[in-house]
Each structure stands twice: as structure tokens, then as C-alpha cells.
């Protein structure tokens, strides 16, 4: 398939109103998209089938299922994913928005000064006007302007049309080897100078690294934790934590989603008190927004030696049962001619509620920029 039939393949799906997925992996030329064959809402609570998976924040909502077997699926390589200039944006400061946010934030860090709470991620929903409100479209500009994302367009008519790049990986599982990334702290991205970290964002960070290596240590064994590096998304910058591990025979996926799902990333810490404040507090549902979405229990063959001569070995493929989520950031829903963009950041005790509220800008101008 060439790309015109691919995008127009998308565009009839649409058209259609059946559900689609379209997305393509960090640093990856290849674009991949799923077709439902027809309108069937799929739901999973056991993560134990094969397809690809949408989920919310809060698990009281359903997770959406593409099933493998009801999907025809498409790939197409891009010649190349280079990252074209951020243009800048300039935003209309919406004063009411402004306001009420500075108000939750201190009301974040003032409940963390009195209680246990250490850690908050509070978050807002910006409504943008469209000019363009072709989902496709929208896509193929997210792509090409986020090489480090996943990048995605995802439809179900039941559920709703959502767009993101999202630069964090909740976790990825290839036969028994568990990769997951700690992300958090954010500055904008600066060409000349190099970055400084403050102590509020480097514990921010800390936090979220030493909560994963905590949650997974029941259900795996050889947990390595990298340093921390600074890595880039889009106009921002962030601190990242990669950490490995083997899971044990014992445990399931579903265990595995159950101990990293909210991450302190998207949830705060301790978790239940953080997710209790925010649903008592945000006043706003979520929905899709911080929950995870991509390919659940695909099985991928390798051939073990990649040396074409000899024949002989290449008939012993490994065949390995892959999963890759990312956390579903960077994203906003389209609902006609509106554009719902979901922005959060983490609420420590050394918090600024300013500032706060200037990095939910900064973080509304990735999805902002490819509107405009
Ligand atoms: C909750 C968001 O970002 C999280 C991921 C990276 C850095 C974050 C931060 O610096 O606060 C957040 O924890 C968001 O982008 O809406």
C-alpha cells in the first residue's frame, strides 16, 4: 500500500464513522493503522487478549479494546521523520482559566504541607476553536513535527476521537523483559543554553523513579535503574529514569499494569490520596487524558541470526509476545469544532502556582502549534 491509499484507506474509515487507530513509535518512519471492520465497542479488564488498547485515567472507566482479529492493520514507512520548527504560538491567556487553576494548585500545596500527600499532578482542559477539524490531517502534522513521540489518532464513534504526542512510556513488555521510564520535571526547551534542574524537580523526578522500582519489585527480578539524563519533547525538556527488569513466570500483565497505572507522573504520591484529590479537586473528568493506550499482547518473530547465508538458522525464529504502552499525554479530543486539550504538571510542597500555571501553557502550545 502507498501512502495516498493508506491516508485515503483512514479518511473512508472516518467517513464511515468505524473505529481506526493510526500511530507510529518514537524515532520511527513507520506508520502503522488499525480498521475496525465494523462498530462492536470492545471493552478488556484482563489485559489477556491480543489487539490494541485505549484506557482512562481512572479504571472505573471502560479500557477500549481494537481486537486483532477484527481489524484489518496497515503499515507504511515515511521516507524520513524529520522534526520541523516549533513554530511559536501565541496563546490567548483565558484569566478565569488562570485564576482557577493558580487556586487548585495552591490548594494542592497547601494539603501537601499539612498531610502525607508528597506529590500532586493537578491538570486542566483547554477548549481551542478549529479552523481544520480533519483528525487525519491533524495527524500527519503531529508526526512530522514530534520525532521522540508517539503520536497517534485514535476513533471509536462510541467513545470519541483523541489525538497526541506523547513523549512518555508507561512500559513495554517483550517476552519476559520489562522496560519502563521514570519522566517528570519540565523547563522549556532553550537552542543555546544548557539546562539547569532545580532540587523541586529533580526530587519530582526521584520520586516517580523510586515509587516504579517499588511497585514492580514483587513481580520482577534484576531491576536495573539507569542514570538521568535530560531528553527532549517537542519545546520542552524533561528529566528521564530508564528502568529494566525480568518479570517473573508468575505474574500477569494485568499485575504488571495494576502496579505502574497511575505512575507518580500522571497521579502524584502516595497514589490513592493523590487520586482522591484530584478527582474531589479537578473538577473536570479526565476521561483519556494520563491514561495509556498501544499494541497489547502482539506476537512479534525474530530470527536469531540476522546473517542471510545462512539459511539453516533463520528457520529458528523466536517468536515473543510484545506489549507497548505509553502514557496517553500531550493529547486533546476533538469534539466538532472544538479542540479539548488536556494540560497537567506535578504539585510538590516547593511548588510556584504561577509558574504552574505557565507550564500548563507551555505544555497546551505541543498540541496548540499544530492547530494553528
Ligand atoms: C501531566 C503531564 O506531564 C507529566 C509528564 C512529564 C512531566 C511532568 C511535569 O513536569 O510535571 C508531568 O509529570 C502533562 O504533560 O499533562
Not at 531491576?223 to 517537542?234: D, W
Not at 473528568?285 to 502482539?298: A, C, K, M, S, V
Amino acid at each position: 500500500m502507498n501512502e495516498d491509499s493508506f491516508f485515503e484507506a483512514l479518511k473512508a474509515q472516518y467517513a464511515n464513522q468505524l473505529p481506526f487507530v493510526v500511530y507510529s513509535r518514537p524515532i520511527n518512519s513507520i506508520i502503522k493503522c488499525w480498521l475496525q471492520k465494523d462498530d462492536t465497542l470492545h471493552k478488556t479488564e484482563t489485559f489477556t487478549e491480543s489487539g490494541f488498547v485505549f484506557a482512562p485515567f481512572d479504571f472505573k472507566n471502560q479500557s477500549v479494546l481494537l481486537l486483532e482479529t477484527d481489524c484489518e492493520q496497515y503499515s507504511i514507512e515515511v521516507e524520513s521523520k524529520i522534526e520541523s520548527q516549533i513554530s511559536k504560538t501565541q496563546l490567548v491567556i483565558n484569566e478565569n482559566e488562570k485564576t482557577s487553576h493558580i487556586s487548585l494548585v495552591s490548594k494542592g500545596i497547601s494539603t501537601i504541607q499539612q498531610e502525607s500527600l508528597k506529590k500532586v499532578v493537578l491538570s486542566r482542559c483547554e477548549t481551542q476553536e478549529l479552523t481544520n477539524n480533519n483528525p487525519i490531517s491533524i495527524f500527519k502534522k503531529l508526526y512530522h513535527k514530534y520525532k521522540n513521540a508517539m503520536v497517534y489518532c485514535w476513533y471509536h464513534p462510541k467513545v470519541g476521537l483523541w489525538l497526541g504526542a506523547t513523549p512518555e512510556l508507561l512500559f513495554k513488555v517483550e517476552g519476559k523483559q520489562l522496560t519502563t521510564i521514570s519522566l517528570a520535571g519540565t523547563q522549556p526547551y532553550r537552542r543555546i543554553s544548557k539546562p539547569v534542574w532545580t532540587n523541586k524537580e529533580l526530587e519530582e523526578q526521584q520520586i516517580v523513579t523510586d515509587y516504579i522500582t517499588n511497585q514492580i519489585q514483587p513481580y520482577t527480578s534484576q531491576i536495573n535503574v539507569s542514570n538521568v539524563e535530560t531528553v527532549r519533547a517537542g519545546n520542552l525538556l524533561h528529566l528521564k529514569t530508564r528502568i529494566t527488569s525480568r518479570i517473573a513466570n508468575t505474574s500477569s500483565l494485568k499485575s504488571i499494569i495494576d502496579a505502574l497505572h497511575p505512575t507518580p507522573a500522571v497521579c502524584g504520591f502516595p497514589r490513592q490520596e493523590a487520586k482522591d484529590f484530584i478527582l474531589q479537586h479537578e473538577n473536570y473528568n479526565r476521561e483519556y487524558y494520563t491514561g495509556f493506550l498501544g499494541e497489547l499482547n502482539l506476537k512479534q518473530s525474530k530470527t536469531r541470526n540476522t546473517n542471510r547465508r545462512n539459511v539453516e538458522n533463520n528457520a529458528y525464529a523466536v517468536v515473543k509476545t510484545q506489549s507497548n504502552f505509553y502514557v496517553n499525554l500531550r493529547c486533546m479530543q476533538i469534539k466538532e469544532d472544538k479542540a479539548l486539550i488536556y494540560v497537567g504538571g506535578g504539585i510538590t510542597k516547593d511548588s510556584n502556582p504561577e509558574k504552574e500555571w505557565e507550564e500548563t501553557v507551555n505544555k497546551t502550545k505541543t498540541i496548540g502549534n499544530v492547530l494553528t
